[in-house]
């Protein structure tokens, strides 16, 4: 769920508009994404289509971010990061979450080109109990390889590297990988999602960087592109203006993402990882494990495993897993 504080001050920024207002700004918003780009330019062209989009996507944004974050923070327990750098941040969800995961958070900069959207991820941060999070940086321009920034131990980038035309990807990778401690790339749970993830690691790996989460290895990923794609879901509540903006009738939804963390310094790394909802039945679960020696594997765990079949009824898609070999 969003902090309190965000929460009410997004909803402090949506009642200037009516709930009609911002389900029709959603609606187009959503035609114009699934359209692609068009004459009339970007897909977010006034005051109410930022705040539909704030409403409409910044809940799940957070989510997918702060799952990552948990996930990468847990295989590198002595990371503790001063400076952060959020590239093409949007209205800031992913500093919002970096804030929830480290505390030791003192200078925030988020880079984003439209601003009208700094304008409210301003307002919404100066709303937060964190003094890093208060005094963020906001830089108005576009994210280029030739585009100087600040330094950063933590940098992040979600699902904005996928808007980016597919020749620049390597290159702002690098860009993002230069001189950070930790760099963390999100992107929708989408085959194309994944294939951006997928070729941002093989970048980071390429930099000498370590890949933590949620990869147990630095090798080439095992799935098969076209096959099957890697990606992970987090279920967050929806409020009631959620649900009329979105016409759904569902009180939650499920953000399906990929992502990919890569440190500069070497941490332990998970023995595996589960890609997909354990299934379970009498007696025995079944386990989809991306590994590091046997790349995707299936593995059932029963009942006469004791304390590792315990644990496999309360692991979940996208946790870690031991080695067990």
Known sequence: MLPDELRAALDKALARYSPQDLSRSAAQLTERYRTGPSAEGAHLRSPADIAAYAAYRMPATYAAAATAMRQAAAL????????HLDAGGGTGAAIWAAGRTWPSL???TVIE???QIIDLGRRLARTSEAAALRGT??????????????????????????????????????WL????AMVIIIEPGTPAGYATVSAAREVLAGHGMNIVAPCPHDGRCPIQPG?????????????SLHRQIKAGTL???????????????????AGARVLRHPQKRKGVVSLRLCTEADGVRDVIVSKRQGDLYRRARDVGWGDAWPRTD
């Open 76 to 83: 590198a327990p002595g990371f503790e990061p001063v400076t």
């Open 227 to 239: 096959r099957d794609w890697c990606h992970f879901s987090v279920r967050l509540p929806r409020s």
């Open 251 to 269: 009180s939650f939804e499920d953000e399906k993402f990929s992502y990919v963390a890569a440190t500069a310094g070497r941490w332990p790394r």
């Open 113 to 115: 080109h439209d601003l």
């Open 106 to 108: 003192r200078q925030v």
């Open 137 to 174: 940086t906001w830089r108005h321009a576009s994210i280029r390889p030739d585009l100087d920034r600040p330094q950063a131990d933590l940098v992040t980038m979600s699902y904005a590297l996928g808007e980016l035309p597919g020749k620049d990807w390597p290159h702002v990778v690098r």
């Open 177 to 180: 990988a230069a001189g950070a």
